[in-house]
């Protein structure tokens, strides 16, 4: 008998199956399509280097953990963390304050709005059980920072929409800060006081062939406990523990851990925990639409430089956010070329997701007028998600309590993914590292 399978090789699934396994545990990790991953996902095209995924990650300590315990620090590139961002707001692209000069001096608020967010201390904590991330900022920091700061965030990170969102679910480290310190300013002063050290390194993490570097490693180290092509068709518990049905066997094992996308979770558990899979099932998933556009360098003066641009939900605009991938890491496009990534779609536009790709092309070209290019860009790729991130909505606190409820109920099984603790890369791999006990 195994001691535990996981099903599903997503950056879940991979990096729980490679803790147990480093932990000693009998574990094999099943995946249905022919590589492991999951959306983390890089190409080369035509010298072009494309992630069709995430991006960039924070170097959490549990991530950059992970990284070291791979050998893989010589692969990692590191952008300056101070590379400026933007933000698209009354026709123009307004730099995001980094330090208190430029936050006096930014157009992004009013003097009211500046004022107000300076009282943000004074602020009294709500009583309501559950609130949106919009009505949070608009409350302890007003709405001006809710819409040109919050609102851009929520849609260009979460592709969601912050009046939507739980902000307990969203930023628990923010509810929390209010609930025990009554204001966000004490709490991240006692945070920083509180910190051991300073993190291991600072910046935006990827890798010199992309962020895929990371899941081909974990699965290299895996070896033959990862078996590719291999879809779990059923799901029975047993007195021993769990039976995985696959196409071609049967495997006994005493624990099993979940960590498919949400809507396949829910297929394997419909039949004995019914309350599960509806709250899986109900989990809104947005389609998302990645465009990697190129253009010759020389189309700018100067070049776009930083992180990129979000954009305050405007009539105008549709597009949720660029990327400016050829300035934040090396090699990412051909010499004389600019590189960037472009989302469109989300809750706020998710019929954007089936437009073609000369209508996808004219959007963007009217969206990107504010680069103020002098040639017309390159279409390198079009991917496109029919279900993207997931969305922690006002419901998902309770869907979530469904699932702690089905993990008491039925001991050894246990559903893991993006869906639950944080949708971030590093959130992902500080969740999955996280073995119970036993």
Same mark, same amino acid.
């Given at each position: 008998?195994?001691?535990?399978?996981?099903?599903?090789?997503?950056?879940?699934?991979?990096?729980?199956?490679?803790?147990?396994?480093?932990?000693?545990?009998?574990?094999?990790?099943?995946?249905?399509?022919?590589?492991?991953?999951?959306?983390?996902?890089?190409?080369?095209?035509?010298?072009?280097?494309?992630?069709?995924?995430?991006?960039?990650?924070?170097?959490?300590?549990?991530?950059?953990?992970?990284?070291?315990?791979?050998?893989?620090?010589?692969?990692?590139?590191?952008?300056?963390?101070?590379?400026?961002?933007?933000?698209?707001?009354?026709?123009?692209?307004?730099?995001?304050?980094?330090?208190?000069?430029?936050?006096?001096?930014?157009?992004?608020?009013?003097?009211?709005?500046?004022?107000?967010?300076?009282?943000?201390?004074?602020?009294?904590?709500?009583?309501?059980?559950?609130?949106?991330?919009?009505?949070?900022?608009?409350?302890?920091?007003?709405?001006?920072?809710?819409?040109?700061?919050?609102?851009?965030?929520?849609?260009?990170?979460?592709?969601?929409?912050?009046?939507?969102?739980?902000?307990?679910?969203?930023?628990?480290?923010?509810?929390?800060?209010?609930?025990?310190?009554?204001?966000?300013?004490?709490?991240?002063?006692?945070?920083?006081?509180?910190? +051991?050290? @300073? $993190?291991?390194?600072? %910046?935006? #993490?990827?890798?010199?062939?992309?962020?895929?570097?990371?899941?081909? /490693? =974990?699965?290299?180290?895996?070896?033959?406990?990862?078996?590719?092509?291999?879809?779990?068709?059923?799901?029975?518990?047993?007195?021993?523990?769990?039976?995985?049905?696959?196409?071609?066997?049967?495997?006994?094992?005493?624990?099993?851990?979940?960590?498919?996308?949400?809507?396949?979770?829910?297929?394997?558990?419909?039949?004995?925990?019914?309350?599960?899979?509806?709250?899986?099932?109900?989990?809104?998933?947005?389609?998302?639409?990645?465009?990697?556009?190129?253009?010759?360098?020389?189309?700018? +003066?100067? @070049? $776009?430089?930083?992180? %990129?641009? #979000?954009?305050?939900?405007?009539?105008?605009?549709?597009?949720?956010? /660029? =990327?400016?991938?050829?300035?934040?890491?090396?090699?990412?496009?051909?010499?004389?070329?600019?590189?960037?990534?472009?989302?469109?779609?989300?809750?706020?536009?998710?019929?954007?997701?089936?437009?073609?790709?000369?209508?996808?092309?004219?959007?963007?070209?009217?969206?990107?007028?504010?680069?103020?290019?002098?040639?017309?860009?390159?279409?390198?790729?079009?991917?496109?998600?029919?279900?993207?991130?997931?969305?922690?909505?006002?419901?998902?606190?309770?869907?979530?309590?469904?699932?702690?409820?089905?993990?008491?109920?039925?001991?050894?099984?246990?559903?893991?993914?993006?869906?639950?603790?944080?949708?971030?890369?590093?959130?992902?791999?500080?969740?999955?590292?996280?073995?119970?006990?036993?």
């Amino acid at each position: 008998m195994i001691d535990t399978v996981v099903v599903g090789a997503g950056l879940s699934g991979l990096t729980r199956a490679d803790a147990l396994a480093r932990s000693g545990q009998d574990v094999l990790l099943l995946e249905e399509s022919s590589r492991a991953g999951g959306v983390v996902s890089s190409e080369m095209r035509d010298g072009f280097l494309l992630e069709k995924g995430p991006n960039t990650v924070r170097p959490t300590p549990p991530l950059w953990q992970l990284v070291v315990g791979l050998d893989l620090e010589g692969e990692a590139l590191l952008a300056d963390p101070r590379e400026p961002r933007f933000i698209d707001f009354q026709g123009g692209l307004q730099p995001v304050p980094m330090s208190l000069k430029s936050f006096l001096s930014t157009p992004l608020l009013s003097w009211r709005g500046k004022l107000r967010l300076l009282a943000e201390f004074s602020v009294f904590p709500s009583r309501e059980r559950v609130e949106s991330v919009a009505s949070f900022f608009q409350r302890r920091l007003g709405p001006e920072v809710a819409e040109r700061f919050v609102e851009p965030f929520i849609s260009g990170v979460f592709a969601g929409d912050a009046w939507q969102l739980d902000i307990a679910e969203c930023f628990p480290k923010l509810a929390r800060w209010e609930r025990d310190f009554s204001s966000l300013t004490f709490g991240a002063l006692v945070e920083r006081l509180r910190a +051991s050290g @300073p $993190p291991p390194v600072r %910046g935006l #993490l990827t890798f010199r062939d992309g962020l895929e570097t990371l899941p081909r /490693a =974990i699965a290299a180290r895996l070896g033959d406990r990862l078996r590719l092509g291999t879809r779990v068709e059923a799901l029975r518990s047993s007195q021993d523990g769990w039976t995985v049905c696959t196409a071609k066997e049967e495997i006994t094992t005493r624990r099993v851990v979940l960590a498919a996308p949400a809507r396949e979770a829910a297929l394997l558990v419909a039949s004995f925990a019914p309350d599960a899979a509806v709250a899986l099932k109900s989990i809104p998933h947005p389609p998302l639409v990645v465009l990697h556009l190129a253009w010759p360098i020389d189309a700018f +003066s100067p @070049p $776009p430089r930083g992180f %990129g641009h #979000l954009v305050v939900p405007q009539p105008e605009r549709r597009i949720l956010g /660029a =990327i400016y991938s050829s300035s934040l890491f090396p090699d990412r496009a051909p010499s004389g070329r600019f590189l960037a990534t472009i989302f469109l779609g989300g809750t706020r536009d998710p019929a954007a997701v089936d437009l073609p790709g000369p209508e996808l092309a004219s959007i963007v070209e009217d969206d990107l007028a504010v680069l103020h290019s002098t040639s017309p860009f390159e279409i390198v790729r079009i991917t496109r998600y029919a279900r993207a991130l997931p969305q922690y909505d006002l419901e998902h606190g309770s869907r979530i309590e469904t699932l702690q409820r089905t993990e008491r109920d039925w001991p050894g099984l246990t559903f893991l993914g993006n869906y639950r603790g944080g949708v971030s890369v590093g959130d992902v791999v500080a969740n999955a590292m996280k073995l119970e006990p036993g």
